[in-house]
């Protein structure tokens, strides 16, 4: 790669203003968070004290962090499977109608722009159980729909309002992956009398691995943090904690019941987590583009 | 191809229109209940076709403030746009000049500088919700335009497109420019920035989602009303344990909440298409 290389003090000209955005917004508080893990801060914010892993021990200790950390797992595989499956159904019928393929995409896109906190006011529209279409249907099939009270059905409509908002997301990735796939592949199958599906499995399924891949990481890390707002704005952890994820824990934790110091190491624990996702994310980015 | 079979193409197609018809059903009940007044709305399911209120909804919380949130949503929308404006231009603009310096020149820490940057692509601001707050409230910036913007940018995506774009611009434009005697700015505006037009396209429209679409530090770093912003707005709203939702005035809000996202995708889906594929690469 040619460079200019006389030049000293352009590149930190040029580099300073991503640096000290970063640097401000990014590093400080990450080390404070780092830094208030070890310490138990009172609520006034008048002391703290120096207690080591005690914020980490009783986290491990807790049955209300193992609940949320199983209500997390449940949360992010049901909406990253519900939406990867959907989009891959759909995209597969997309790809199959070739005439029309871009005009249903332009048609489903859209919900990717909807915020998460307004994608749920939408379903709890919906799901209302005085006034719901869906909750009075429910109801007609003798189903009492109430996801105020009842923790299950809390969690269902978060998941559900969750894939409604990614499922385009997915199926934009998975149509360009199929139609990438090339077509004598697929044609010499067929005339080996592979039907279409045993077509699916044994070469387009195969052939999509890195994209299915890609879109487990991207929505691993949507329903982690991204559905914050749809969880705020319909169940707000609730009822009873049934909707409480790790990431809505850390904001309660911290911002309503003022415990900063078991906020910060909850914080430092996801830190750890994303770190470890995006590593493999990097990876598997490396492995894919050579330069 | 012989290996087509028609009766699975129409299958298909009305497969795929029932999908359309169920994932358009929550937007068309939002547009239903915003033509309602409140009482018609509460005698039984919602309904399923327009109410006589037509527009009126809608230019009642345009024009007057909204109860439980103390101003109107045209302001709400200001601020919206303000909010996701700032973080798109924002961040396109730190990422140009920051992307340029690490594919275009060698100097001293460098790698450590490429390190320091994109080391941030791993920690979205969820996850150092608290300490960042601290430092908004620190830095005076709790109820502010540059409150709402500037803790956002500090990530690196944009950063890391340019430099994935960078990195494919041919070696010999750099030395035939430099032959021609052009300095370091000189490529950047001439050549550089022309030729980024597109990318520059896809990612306005991926940020300018990203800003509009915030939640969780909008509503932390907002407490008076005049900064709020409109997506924050609904959860203030709906959450009414004194007497009902007035649910067609939260309908018309999420619809204007979703219009300015939703357009943006719709009119410029050529370049957010090839900005997602980009991100993948």
Redesign the interface.
């Known amino acids: 790669?040619?460079?200019?290389?006389r030049?000293?003090l352009?590149?930190?000209l040029?580099?300073s203003?991503?640096?000290a955005?970063?640097a401000?917004?990014?590093?400080?508080?990450?080390a404070?968070?780092v830094f208030?893990a070890f310490y138990v801060e009172d609520p006034f914010g008048l002391g703290r004290t120096f207690v080591a892993f005690e914020n980490f021990t009783r986290l491990f200790g807790s049955a209300e962090y193992y609940r949320a950390l199983g209500i997390t797992i449940t949360f992010s595989i049901s909406v990253a499977l519900g939406a990867m499956a959907l989009a891959l159904l759909?995209a597969v019928?997309?790809d199959?109608?070739i005439k029309?393929a871009n005009g249903?995409?332009?048609?489903?896109?859209?919900?990717?722009?909807?915020?998460?906190?307004?994608?749920g006011?939408?379903?709890?529209?919906?799901l209302?159980p005085?006034?719901?279409?869906i909750s009075?249907w429910l109801g007609a099939v003798g189903i009492d729909w109430n996801h105020q009270l009842n923790g299950g059905q809390a969690m269902a409509l978060v998941i559900m309002a969750s894939i409604?908002k990614q499922?385009s997301?997915n199926f934009?990735?998975f149509l360009?992956g199929l139609q990438a796939i090339p077509?004598s592949l697929?044609?010499a199958a067929?005339?080996d009398n592979a039907g279409?599906w045993r077509?699916f499995w044994t070469i387009t399924f195969p052939l999509l691995s890195p994209t299915s891949f890609?879109l487990l990481v991207m929505n691993s890390?949507y329903a982690f943090?991204e559905t914050?707002?749809t969880i705020?704005?319909t169940t707000a952890g609730g009822p009873g904690g049934a909707t409480r994820t790790l990431?809505y824990k850390?904001?309660e934790d911290?911002?309503i019941g003022y415990d900063?110091g078991s906020?910060?190491a909850q914080?430092v624990l996801?830190?750890l987590l994303?770190?470890l996702l995006?590593l493999l994310q990097f990876r598997y980015?490396e492995s894919?583009?050579q330069? | 191809?012989?290996?087509r079979?028609p009766g699975?193409?129409a299958i298909?197609?009305i497969?795929?229109i029932l999908?359309?018809l169920a994932?358009s059903?929550?937007?068309w009940?939002?547009i239903i209940?915003a033509t309602h007044d409140q009482s018609s709305?509460?005698t039984?399911?919602?309904p399923?076709w327009f109410g006589d209120q037509g527009l009126d909804n809608f230019r009642a919380i345009l024009s007057e403030p909204v109860a439980r949130l103390g101003t109107d949503v045209a302001r709400l929308l200001f601020n919206s746009t303000v909010m996701a404006l700032g973080i798109a231009c924002g961040k396109i603009?730190?990422?140009i000049?920051?992307a340029?310096?690490?594919?275009?020149?060698?100097?001293p820490l460098?790698r450590l500088?490429f390190w320091?940057?994109f080391i941030?692509?791993?920690?979205?601001v969820?996850?150092?919700?608290?300490?960042?707050?601290?430092?908004a409230a620190d830095?005076n910036l709790l109820n502010s335009y540059a409150g709402l913007i500037?803790?956002l940018?500090?990530?690196?995506t944009a950063?890391f497109l340019f430099r994935?774009f960078y990195?494919t611009v041919p070696?010999?434009l750099?030395?035939a420019a430099?032959v021609d005697g052009a300095?370091?700015?000189r490529f950047l505006r001439d050549i550089l920035l022309p030729l980024s037009k597109t990318n520059i396209a896809a990612l306005f429209v991926i940020m300018f989602?990203y800003g509009?679409?915030q939640?969780?530090w909008p509503?932390?770093i907002t407490t008076e009303s005049d900064y709020m912003t409109i997506?924050?707005s609904?959860?203030r709203m709906?959450s009414s344990a004194d007497n009902l939702?007035p649910?067609q005035a939260?309908?018309a809000t999420?619809l204007l909440?979703?219009l300015p996202?939703?357009a943006?995708?719709?009119l410029m889906?050529r370049y957010?298409?090839k900005g997602?594929?980009d991100a993948?690469?």
């Not at chain 2, 940018?153 to 690196?156: D, F, M, Q």
């Open positions: 790669m040619a460079t200019f290389q030049h000293r352009t590149p930190w040029l580099l203003p991503q640096l955005i970063v401000i917004f990014f590093f400080w508080p990450a404070q968070a208030q759909l019928l997309a199959r109608v029309g249903y995409k332009t048609l489903l896109i859209w919900p990717y722009a909807v915020a998460p906190a307004v994608a006011v939408l379903w709890v529209f919906m209302d005085e006034l719901g279409l009075a409604w499922m997301y934009v990735f360009a077509r697929l044609e067929a005339m279409p077509r890609f890390v943090f914050f707002g705020d704005a990431v850390v904001y911290g911002f900063l906020s910060a914080s996801l830190m994303v770190g995006t980015l894919k583009v330069y | 191809m012989r290996y079979r699975l193409d298909s197609h497969l795929l999908a359309l994932f059903l929550p937007v009940l939002a209940a709305l509460y039984g399911t919602a399923l603009f730190i990422a000049l920051a340029y310096a690490i594919v275009f020149f060698r100097f460098r500088c320091l940057i941030t692509l791993m920690l979205p969820e996850v150092r919700i608290m300490p960042t707050y601290k430092i830095l500037l803790p940018i500090a990530s690196a950063t994935q990195m070696p010999e750099l030395e430099r300095g370091p700015w989602l509009w679409n939640y969780l509503l932390l997506v924050v609904l959860k709906l939702v649910w939260v309908m999420a909440a979703m996202p939703v943006v995708i719709v889906q957010f298409v997602l594929v993948e690469k």
